[in-house]
């Protein structure tokens, strides 16, 4: 479920608008065992920066994440802990490449309404895992931030990009829907608009200390056990506890 969640970001990342600042909100329930969890992700941008906040409610983790995007630091993703007045900066060339991740497909069911917009059903599969998608583009400009975010993290691939642009269903993306045996996840966008949005949000507050940093690559060649204590550590790290 938690490659589930962060893949469902990362796509909900490839949207943009012409305009140079706004705000994006979403809503992502989980459901599992018979529980249904509800979360928020709150994207701000403006002028090529982005500052995503993600409030996460899951059996055992409760916790506010988030995380600053900035032009002048390429491929690195920026965490802020809140709590603790820390930041970690992460590279995210050096996060380990899954080997199906090329793999994307991505089929057209047909065109749908949501929320007033004409939107695109698809179904994207990737990593053999596949999600319903719905695009729009009646909110124009997408192109932008799909690039920026694209030289920025590992938001996806550019196969997936190619496969949406080649499908014809590239866009702003309203709605993510994908069921598995564990149960499902569900996102959709909320609110959308583009009034100005304070410059003060995109910068590490001066009495941030740096904090430890944690390489990817050795996380994927650790022990389950030791892989859970990273977890744990990185939740105190860069989570806030509700």
Not at 3 to 27: D, F, H, M, P, R
Not at 62 to 79: A, C, D, E
Not at 121 to 148: F, L, Q
Not at 163 to 190: C, D, H, I, R, S
Request: hydrophobic content about 35%; some cysteine.
């Amino acid at each position: 479920m938690k490659k589930l969640l962060s893949l469902t970001l990362a796509l909900a990342g490839a949207i943009s608008v012409l305009a140079q600042q706004g705000t994006i909100e979403y809503k992502m329930t989980m459901s599992g065992q018979g529980q249904s969890n509800v979360s928020t992700s709150k994207m701000q941008f403006a002028s090529g920066k982005v500052r995503m906040e993600t409030s996460l409610n899951m059996p055992g983790m409760s916790h506010k994440q988030v995380m600053l995007m900035l032009p002048n630091k390429p491929n690195t993703m920026i965490m802020l802990n809140e709590g603790a007045k820390t930041y970690t900066e992460l590279n995210t060339n050096s996060t380990p490449k899954d080997p199906n991740a090329a793999k994307v497909t991505v089929k057209v069911v047909g065109k749908e309404k949501l929320q007033n917009l004409n939107c695109t059903h698809i179904v994207v599969t990737m990593s053999n895992r596949p999600m319903d998608m719905w695009t729009t583009k009646d909110i124009a400009g997408y192109e932008s931030m799909m690039g920026y975010w694209k030289s920025s993290m590992s938001g996806g691939n550019d196969q997936m990009y190619s496969e949406l642009k080649k499908a014809g269903a590239e866009g702003f993306v309203v709605k993510t829907q994908m069921k598995n045996k564990e149960g499902g996840m569900t996102m959709e966008l909320v609110k959308y608009d583009t009034k100005p949005v304070s410059a003060a949000l995109f910068s590490i507050p001066a009495d941030y200390k740096k904090g430890t940093s944690i390489d990817p690559n050795k996380i994927q060649n650790m022990t389950p056990a030791e892989r859970k204590k990273i977890m744990e550590e990185m939740i105190k790290q860069h989570g806030n506890k509700q």
